[in-house]
C-alpha cells in the first residue's frame, strides 16, 4: 500500500468512526442514567432561593417600578474592565431568587471558567434553576466535564448548539472531515452571548467564558465590552433564549455521541477539574462579589438611566434550510448606520465587510453631506485572526478612499486601556522588562501549554482548541493559528469589542463584528441603547481607544515621486482579482502621532497638516516580520475568496 492509499484508507477510517451516532435505545438509557444521577437536594427552602442582595439586580426593580407602557424605563450599565465584568456576573448569580440563563459562544475551562461553573451550580443547589446552552465548536474542552456537568443537578442543565457529526467535541481530522462533507452546517454557529437572571437583568457584549475576557491571562488578553440593562427589554432577552434553548438544534449533552456513550461506558462521572491556576485572585473576585457596599459604588451607581431600549438579536431560524430566517441583527444594525447625519463611530476587531455593507458604505460616502465614519479595528500585531486582518489589509484603499473611513489599528500594547492585567498577580515573568512607556512586563507570546492528565485521567490541551477559531480550516496547521510573533515582549492585548455610536446620540454593544460572518452564518444580537448619555459614555470609551497611546492611524502613504499615478492604477487593478494581488505596494500603511508645539492634538487623515504631525511606522508595526509576515501577503493574494466565511 502506497502512502496515497494510506491517507485514503485512513480518512475512510475516521469518516466511519466519526458517522457512527448512538441508536435511539442507547440514547434513551443514556438519558436515564443521568436523570437518575442527578441530585435534587436543595440547600434552600426560602422563597427566594436564599438569593444574596445585590445592588445590580435591585436595578431590575426599579426599572420596573418607573416603567409604563408608553414610557419603559431601563439601567444600563457599560462594563469597560474585565474585571467589573466577572464581579457583574458572579454578582447577579447569587442574586438570582428563580432562574440564570446563560448564552456563549466559547467556554473554557480555565480559572475564569471554572468559577462561572461553580457559580453556577451554586446558583442550582440552592434552587434557581440554570440553564447552560454553548455553540459546539467552542464547548468546554473535556467530554468527563459535560458529562458531569449533564448529570450534576436537577436545576441544572446543559446544552450543545449545532453538534455537527452529533459529537459534543470534534478533533481536529473530524473537523476537517466536517469541511468537507457539512461545511454550511459547520458554519453556522450560535454567536450570540448573553446572562439573564431572573428575566429582569441580562448582560450581552463580546466577552466568552475564558480568562483572556476577564484580563487574567498571563500573556494575552482581549479589549473587551459588555453592557448590563435592567428593565423591560430582559422580556425580549428571554423570549430570545427560550427560543434558542427549545431549538432541535439545541442537544442536552447527554445525547450526544460522545458524552453519551461516556455515560453509558461508566455512569455519570464526579464533577472533577485542575486547581486554579492563581487561587488567590479567585478568592479575591469571590470576596468582592459578596461585598454589597463595593458592587454598589463600584457598579451599580455608575449605571445610567435610559428609556427605551432594543434588542436586536438573530433566531435560531436563521440557520433554517432551505429557507433561512431573516439576519435580525444585521439589518437593524444597517438601517442604524444608514440613519446617520453626522458620524458613525465603529468598533470591530475584524474589517472585513460583507458586500452589503460595503454598498451601504459606498453609498452614504456619496452623499453631498456624507457623515463621517470613523473605524477602531485591530492591527496585525494585536489580532488574534491574523487571515481576518490580511483580507482587511488588501482593501485599505477600498476602505479610506471609496467608503471614507478614517481607520485606527489597537496596539498590541496600548499605554492607556482599560485592562487589569498590572493588578493582577505577577505569572513568572520570563523575560526582560519592557523599555519605559509601556504598562506590561511578561512575554509576549502565548506561553506555551503542554497537554497533560487531569484528575479524571483524560488528556487536557491547554492550548487554546484551533476548533474555537471560525477560520480554523483554512489554515493548514495549528501553528498557522498563532498570534504574530511581536518585537517587544509584554502582555499583549487585542481588540474584541464590538460596539457603534450614531450621531453621539444612539449607542449599541453586541456580538455582531459588522462581518459577513455575522451577516449569513452567526447568529448575533445586540443592545441599542437610544440616549444622549450613554451614548456620549460608549463613544469616550471608543475614542480613548483609537487615541495615539493605543492606536496607529491609517491613512494614504506618500506618493511615489514618479509616477505615482500609474502605481495607484496598477494596485486598484490588483486588489480588484480574486487571486494573483501580488502588487508589493499597499495604499496605505501605518502612522504614529508626533505631538509638538505646532502638532498640540491628533488630527484626521484628511487635516492637510497631517504628514507634518505624524511619522509612517510601516504596514506592519511592532511585528517581526517572519513567515507569518509572508503568510499574511500570501493570504491578501490569494485569500479574497475566504472573505464570505471570515
Not at 492563581?278 to 459578596?290: E, G, I, K, L
Not at 485521567?457 to 498570534?483: I, M, W
Not at 515621486?561 to 499597499?586: C, H, M, Q, T
Amino acid at each position: 500500500m502506497n502512502a496515497l492509499q494510506a491517507c485514503a484508507a485512513a480518512m475512510l477510517a475516521l469518516a466511519c468512526s466519526a458517522c457512527v451516532t448512538m441508536t435511539s435505545g442507547q440514547r434513551a438509557r443514556a438519558e436515564a442514567i443521568t436523570v437518575t444521577a442527578r441530585s435534587t437536594v436543595v440547600g434552600c427552602d426560602q422563597p427566594d432561593a436564599c438569593a444574596q442582595p445585590s445592588p445590580l439586580h435591585e436595578l431590575a426593580g426599579r426599572a420596573f417600578a418607573e416603567s409604563t407602557a408608553a414610557a419603559p424605563r431601563h439601567y444600563a450599565l457599560m462594563l469597560d474592565r474585565g474585571a467589573d465584568a466577572m464581579l457583574a456576573r458572579i454578582s447577579l448569580i447569587r442574586s438570582a431568587t428563580r432562574s440564570v440563563d446563560v448564552q456563549t459562544y466559547i467556554f473554557e475551562e480555565d480559572d475564569a471558567g471554572h468559577l462561572f461553573l461553580d457559580e453556577l451550580l451554586a446558583a442550582a443547589r440552592r434552587g434557581v434553576r440554570v440553564r447552560l446552552l454553548i455553540d459546539q465548536l467552542s464547548a468546554l474542552e473535556r467530554v468527563n466535564t459535560l458529562a458531569a456537568l449533564a448529570g450534576a443537578h436537577a436545576n441544572f442543565s446543559i446544552r450543545i448548539y449545532n453538534p455537527v457529526l452529533r459529537r459534543a467535541h470534534i478533533s481536529y481530522p473530524e473537523f476537517l472531515l466536517a469541511a468537507t462533507c457539512c461545511w454550511h452546517q459547520l458554519n453556522q454557529r450560535m454567536h450570540t452571548k448573553m446572562l439573564l437572571v431572573d428575566g429582569a437583568v441580562g448582560v450581552t457584549g463580546g466577552r466568552n467564558y475564558a480568562d483572556d475576557y476577564f484580563d487574567w491571562s498571563a500573556d494575552y488578553n482581549f479589549r473587551d465590552r459588555d453592557v448590563l440593562v435592567a428593565g423591560p427589554v430582559a422580556r425580549d432577552m428571554q423570549r430570545n433564549f427560550d427560543a434558542f434553548w427549545t431549538n432541535v438544534r439545541s442537544w442536552p449533552a447527554e445525547q450526544l455521541t460522545d458524552v453519551g456513550r461516556r455515560i453509558l461506558d461508566s455512569g455519570v462521572p464526579p464533577l472533577a477539574r485542575d486547581d486554579f491556576e492563581q487561587p488567590q485572585r479567585v478568592a479575591a473576585m469571590s470576596r468582592d462579589a459578596a461585598d454589597t457596599d463595593l458592587i454598589r459604588t463600584r457598579l451599580a451607581d455608575k449605571a445610567l438611566p435610559v428609556g427605551v431600549v432594543d434588542y436586536l438579536a438573530d433566531l435560531p431560524q436563521k440557520h433554517s434550510e432551505p429557507n433561512p430566517g431573516p439576519a435580525t441583527a444585521s439589518r437593524g444594525l444597517r438601517e442604524l448606520i444608514d440613519s446617520s447625519r453626522s458620524e458613525v463611530l465603529l468598533q470591530t476587531p475584524y474589517l472585513v465587510l460583507s458586500r452589503s455593507a460595503q454598498d451601504l458604505f459606498r453609498g452614504m460616502h456619496r452623499r453631498q453631506q456624507a457623515p463621517r465614519v470613523i473605524v477602531s479595528t485591530s492591527s496585525l500585531a494585536s489580532t488574534d485572526s491574523f487571515i481576518t486582518y490580511a483580507l482587511s489589509y488588501k482593501y485599505k484603499r477600498r476602505y479610506l478612499r471609496d467608503f471614507g473611513f478614517e481607520i485606527h489599528e489597537y496596539k498590541p500594547f496600548p499605554v492607556d486601556a482599560p485592562v487589569d492585567v498590572p493588578a493582577t498577580p505577577p505569572v513568572a515573568a520570563r523575560q526582560p522588562a519592557i523599555p519605559p512607556g509601556r504598562l506590561f512586563d511578561a512575554s509576549s507570546s502565548r506561553r506555551p501549554r503542554d497537554s497533560r492528565l487531569g484528575h479524571d485521567g483524560s488528556v487536557v490541551d491547554r492550548y487554546r482548541n484551533p476548533l474555537q477559531s471560525e477560520y480554523a480550516a483554512l489554515a493548514a496547521s495549528r501553528r498557522n493559528l498563532e498570534r504574530m510573533p511581536l518585537k517587544h515582549p509584554g502582555v499583549r492585548t487585542g481588540l474584541h469589542a464590538k460596539s457603534m455610536v450614531v450621531d453621539d446620540s444612539i449607542a449599541v454593544i453586541g456580538t455582531h463584528n459588522f462581518d459577513p460572518r455575522g451577516d449569513h452564518y452567526n447568529t448575533e444580537s445586540a443592545v441599542v441603547i437610544a440616549d444622549a448619555a450613554f451614548a456620549r459614555e460608549l463613544g469616550d470609551s471608543i475614542r480613548r481607544d483609537i487615541a495615539p497611546a493605543n492606536s496607529w492611524t491609517i491613512a494614504p502613504r506618500d506618493k511615489a515621486p514618479v509616477f505615482s499615478g500609474l502605481e495607484y492604477s496598477l494596485a486598484k487593478l490588483s486588489e480588484r482579482l480574486p487571486i494573483f494581488d501580488l502588487w508589493p505596494v499597499r495604499y496605505a500603511t501605518s502612522y504614529e502621532f508626533q505631538p509638538g508645539p505646532d502638532c498640540p492634538l491628533p488630527l484626521p487623515p484628511t487635516d492637510p497638516r497631517f504628514q507634518a504631525c505624524y511619522r509612517p511606522v510601516g504596514d506592519f508595526p511592532e511585528v517581526n516580520l517572519g513567515f507569518k509576515s509572508v503568510l499574511t501577503r500570501i493570504f491578501t493574494a490569494f485569500g479574497a475568496g475566504f472573505a464570505p466565511v471570515l
